[in-house]
């Protein structure tokens, strides 16, 4: 679905509220709260030394914050303790390359979070089995480290998940459990591992095989019977979120897939592994389908997503909102700057790594730009990666399309950086932190 600059400015200054749950209202049986957090990409404190090697993974990769992601989820475990949901969901790319000691570690802060009264239930990643890049960080050196099989990865979580299950397919490690009578959650496997090691690499694209989704239909159907409603969760996306962030991303078959599940009553989704907030709409025959992509907890603004549902009126409210880490700092008396000045911090991380993409793009374009405009452009994309991945893209119709850069962009093909650009510009959703829904 595309819409003009000024059709997304016209529909922001008229969003309506109608319809949404009181938020902040407690919990119970009849109105559960659910957390959703995604793509952690943790990686055990046991697997680096903070040397060089360390070092030239944070500064040189794609914007995850794998220094900090220790600190930022003891802050989130404070968020937990504070705000005490009933559930936790967490869908996928747990680790950071699927390393087993980063596994054990993780599942160790899993069962500290359910000290605290919340259920945890996981899915795999694409990062999270098989993984022939799985490695440690030894002064200049990378090292070879432990993956986990599929056998291991059910095993390790088994008690967030997987032992509650009423249901198990198969063919994957998709299960279902009814963790509050009358709300079961599908957590759906789909991803593909099988090939990583013989391809050398982990398998980025994802897919529901037919056999699993046969189960998941006859599962549907049985839900319907017993009368319960039904939040889905998978790692991969059920709607295209950005042009560019589509292939690997969406599962494939996904225009088959949507149907099955509009015909069986699902009309939305809670994904991961695009990093970006993101609330993505495709309209069928069959309805309208929706694909709730909460931010990466590793990537700036590092966001969480809150459910607040009513089982007695059929009602569901989304909100994302970044964790806290400035508050945790203080109560725990740290004095680390980054911790305490965290959204400074991690924003200006986060532009840094968009300004070492622009200068890939440019060198991929086989242009020559002057240092200056290339500074430019550079500004420019953090400015849109910062909006993009916060799920605030619609207010670069405000300001960022009067830039010389941009304007620069349209009017020269710069390859790459000018196709990401427009569709970050064109972005069709005007809200994608917040979303009121029947279910």
């Known amino acids: 679905m595309k819409m003009s600059i000024l059709s997304i400015v016209a529909i922001v200054a008229a969003i309506a509220c109608s319809g949404?749950?009181?938020?902040?209202?407690?919990?119970?049986?009849n109105a559960p709260i659910v957390h959703v957090v995604t793509d952690i990409h943790y990686l055990a404190k046991n697997l680096h030394d903070d040397g060089n090697a360390f070092n030239k993974l944070v500064y040189e990769g794609d914007g995850k914050n794998t220094e900090l992601i220790h600190d930022i989820l003891d802050a989130?475990?404070?968020?937990?303790?504070?705000?005490?949901?009933?559930?936790?969901?967490?869908?996928?790319?747990?680790?950071?390359?699927?390393?087993?000691?980063?596994?054990?570690?993780?599942?160790?802060?899993?069962?500290?979070?359910?000290?605290?009264?919340?259920?945890?239930?996981?899915?795999?990643?694409?990062?999270?089995?098989?993984?022939?890049?799985?490695?440690g960080y030894s002064g200049d050196q990378t090292y070879k480290t432990e993956n986990v099989?599929?056998?291991?990865?059910?095993?390790?979580?088994?008690?967030?998940?997987?032992?509650?299950?009423i249901a198990r397919d198969n063919e994957s490690l998709s299960y279902v459990v009814e963790p509050i009578s009358g709300l079961r959650i599908f957590m759906l496997d789909s991803c593909l591992y099988s090939d990583n090691l013989r391809l050398g690499h982990p398998e980025s694209g994802g897919s529901l095989g037919y056999g699993t989704l046969d189960w998941?239909?006859?599962?549907?159907?049985?839900?319907?019977?017993?009368?319960?409603?039904?939040?889905?969760?998978?790692?991969?996306?059920?709607?295209?979120?950005?042009?560019?962030?589509?292939?690997?991303?969406t599962v494939y078959d996904a225009d088959f897939i949507l149907a099955r599940f509009l015909d069986a009553g699902i009309i939305f989704t809670l994904t991961g592994h695009v990093h970006i907030q993101d609330i993505s709409e495709q309209t069928t025959p069959l309805g309208t389908f929706r694909d709730i992509a909460t931010n990466s907890l590793s990537v700036y603004?590092?966001?969480?997503?809150?459910?607040?549902?009513?089982?007695?009126?059929?009602?569901?409210?989304?909100?994302s909102f970044p964790v806290n880490v400035e508050t945790w700092a203080r109560e725990e008396r740290i004095g680390d700057d980054r911790l305490t000045r965290f959204e400074a911090y991690s924003r200006r991380f986060f532009r840094v790594r968009s300004a070492?993409?622009?200068?890939?793009m440019l060198a991929g374009s086989g242009g020559q730009v002057p240092g200056e405009r290339a500074q430019a452009f550079a500004d420019l994309l953090g400015t849109l990666n910062e909006r993009f991945f916060a799920g605030n893209a619609y207010l670069n119709a405000l300001d960022a399309v009067h830039s010389e850069a941009y304007q620069d962009l349209v009017k020269t093909d710069y390859g790459f950086l000018s196709a990401y650009v427009q569709s970050i510009i064109e972005d069709p959703s005007p809200e994608n932190n917040k979303l009121d829904i029947g279910f």
């Open 76 to 135: 989130y475990r404070y968020t937990l303790q504070k705000e005490k949901p009933d559930i936790l969901l967490v869908t996928g790319d747990l680790t950071l390359n699927g390393e087993k000691a980063s596994h054990l570690a993780l599942a160790s802060w899993f069962k500290a979070v359910e000290s605290l009264g919340v259920k945890v239930f996981v899915l795999p990643g694409n990062h999270d089995i098989l993984n022939p890049w799985a490695r």
């Open 301 to 319: 603004p590092h966001n969480y997503g809150k459910i607040q549902i009513s089982l007695q009126n059929n009602r569901l409210s989304y909100r």
């Open 356 to 360: 070492g993409m622009v200068n890939k």
């Open 216 to 249: 998941i239909l006859a599962n549907l159907k049985e839900a319907k019977r017993a009368g319960a409603r039904v939040l889905v969760a998978m790692h991969h996306s059920a709607v295209d979120h950005n042009p560019f962030i589509s292939e690997g991303y």
């Open 149 to 165: 099989s599929p056998e291991e990865f059910r095993s390790i979580y088994r008690a967030y998940g997987f032992d509650e299950a």
């Open 20 to 29: 949404q749950l009181a938020w902040g209202a407690p919990s119970g049986a």
